[in-house]
């Protein structure tokens, strides 16, 4: 079975370019979300989405981040313009959006390694 | 408040030796979910084990088993047999119902260095 998938892998860009992020989640599920990972912060939540409608984006850091999830199998992350302060590593992980979510289990992306110059 | 917290930020362990790694966690929902990641120097995210509240037996999984006290409020991952491959960051993690749809509160993770 095919996990979450995320693209791309590794990107490098310069300070005022536009980066946009990927995410495929698993089939079936039902919540995405997007979290960042830098040493001083440790992991955050940005964004998370239930049936394709954005839930809660108070982690989002500023007006620079923007997602989106325009069907259940693809969601994007985009950061226009990206700043050196942007780097980090960046996930998006999904889970079935059970009823009772003290029951569901988030699945992780191998991660986008973020890096602005 | 912090919902979770790892004390340790690092450990080290002898392979093939036992290890526990601390998790306590804060919440007044009856109904919540503990859950235990590893990401190692590669970087994914991999999920562990998990043990909801109302479970009355300790959660496990092979090797790893959670230590689950309800009234202390503590959810301790222990490795047993630890491997090299066993290094690596670990994370502790919590869905109550007051997460609307499943939001995950996480620990700053504690370091495993597993030696030879």
Known sequence: ?117 | AQKITQTQPGMFVQEKEAVTLDCTYDTSDPSYGLFWYKQPSSGEMIFLIYQGSYDQQNATEGRYSLNFQKARKSANLVISASQLGDSAMYFCAIIDRGSTLGRLYFGRGTQLTVWP
């Open chain 1, 1 to 117: 079975d095919a996990g979450v998938i995320q693209s791309p892998r590794h990107e490098v860009t310069e300070m005022g370019q536009e980066v946009t992020l990927r995410c495929k989640p698993i089939s079936g599920h039902n919540s995405l979300f997007w979290y960042r990972q830098t040493m001083m912060r440790g992991l955050e939540l940005l964004i998370y989405f239930n049936n394709n409608v954005p839930i809660d984006d108070s982690g989002m850091p500023e007006d620079r981040f923007s997602a989106k999830m325009p069907n259940a199998s693809f969601s994007t992350l985009k950061i226009q313009p990206s700043e050196p302060r942007d780097s980090a590593v960046y996930f998006c992980a999904s889970s079935q959006g059970q009823v009772d979510p003290s029951t569901d289990t988030q699945y992780f992306g191998p991660g986008t390694r973020l890096t602005v110059l």
